[in-house]
């Protein structure tokens, strides 16, 4: 590809998540979010609820990419050490936020117990930080610089996604385009790579299935150029063709 490719890094903390409690769904929708702003989710790492381990993942993630999300542990609770543990990362002192405080205060004053030190929790962050807007929790998200720290539940995350739509730097948004196979993927890997060596400005991925007692294979093109994708696709649809495979689109 000719056009600089925007990264992000992906850190996902949570003992629960490793210990299979809680069944992630975080990655799959914050790479997806990532496609439509032109940036490609490069790396994930999945840490415990340790504080040397989650530096150690934020330090190798932001130097390698040109953003790096968290997940996890922004909450009030003494095990929610992302805000501590990214501050150290970056070399910043925790603070309270004031608008974070001020945010909070207006979300819990109509709630039993009010604003408690726990809850005062959330509005930590470490020093220098902007705020992503929660409109489900009120608790709101972190920004400090290319870093973003956001929450677990998959529901709160993604509205912090949608907060930071159209804010963040990228390329071309990443197309695609589908075709099925009742074929062995291993019957047309030759067809695959000579298609996609004729289209450099695409990629094929293969994902074979069995289903209904038969072989078959999923293809998805991908290309920031949508010329080159339609080529591309209607090269590897003649080709499947010729060879005999008939090709499905949409895939199966």
Known sequence: MSERIWTAGLVVIGDEILSGRTHDKNIAQVAAWLQVQGIRLAEVRVVPDVQDRIVEAVNALRSANDYLFTT????????????????????????????????????????????????????????????????????????????????????????????????????????????????????VAGLLRKVEKAHEDCQIGSYPFFREGKVGANFVIRSTDAQALAACSKDLRDSLGEAGHAPVAGGI
């Open 72 to 187: 996890g542990g922004i909450g009030p609770t003494h095990d929610d050490i992302t805000v501590d543990a990214v501050a150290v990362a970056l070399g910043r002192e925790v603070v309270i936020h004031p608008e974070a405080r001020a945010i909070l205060e207006r979300y819990y004053a109509d709630k039993p117990g009010g604003l408690t030190e726990d809850r005062l929790r959330m509005a930590r962050v470490p020093d220098g930080a902007e705020l992503i807007p929660n409109r489900m929790s009120g608790a709101p998200g972190i920004r400090i610089g290319n870093v973003f720290l956001m929450a677990g539940v998959p529901h709160i995350t993604a509205g912090m996604l949608d907060a930071l739509t159209g804010s963040l730097e990228g390329g071309a948004p990443l197309l695609s385009e589908t075709m099925g196979c009742w074929t062995a993927e291993s019957e």
